[in-house]
């Protein structure tokens, strides 16, 4: 577990442009059940979630369509929060960061730290982009 200073600004990088954290693995299965489309975000302290993840993240959102919902947990920290929302993101194996976007609960589109890692935000932002016009 990491101390709560530590993520705190790390946390707010998401939480600033409108995701909601979640705490608990009963908040994720109740995200879980919004109507729409609901862009999941397992954020983490390493990197590339500094450089890549999190900027992509919120430049994606600068598209015309984008999800209903935007949620995410913090690996390391809340982990049965965390441990529950990767349950939904199977088959793909658990990673940090990674973002999962799902339509009516149903996963239709993922991004694993093997999508994030040494990629530019720009890439990961038009990676999301593409999916919220396809699914959004």
Do not use: W
């Amino acid at each position: 577990m990491y101390p709560a200073e530590l993520v705190k600004p790390m946390k707010e990088d998401l939480t600033s442009v409108g995701f909601t954290e979640l705490f608990t693995p009963e908040e994720v299965d109740e995200a879980m059940k919004a109507q729409g489309t609901t862009l999941v975000v397992v954020n983490s302290v390493c990197g590339c979630a500094a450089a890549n993840a999190r900027p992509g993240a919120k430049m994606s959102l600068l598209n015309a369509k984008k999800p209903d919902n935007l949620f995410t947990v913090f690996a390391g920290v809340e982990r049965d929060a965390t441990d529950t929302a990767r349950a939904y993101m199977l088959p793909f194996p658990p990673s940090s960061p990674s973002m999962a976007l799902f339509k009516d609960g149903e996963l239709v589109h993922m991004l694993e730290r093997h999508h994030i890692e040494g990629r530019p935000a720009e890439m990961i932002a038009e990676n999301l982009m593409d999916a919220y016009n396809e699914f959004c």
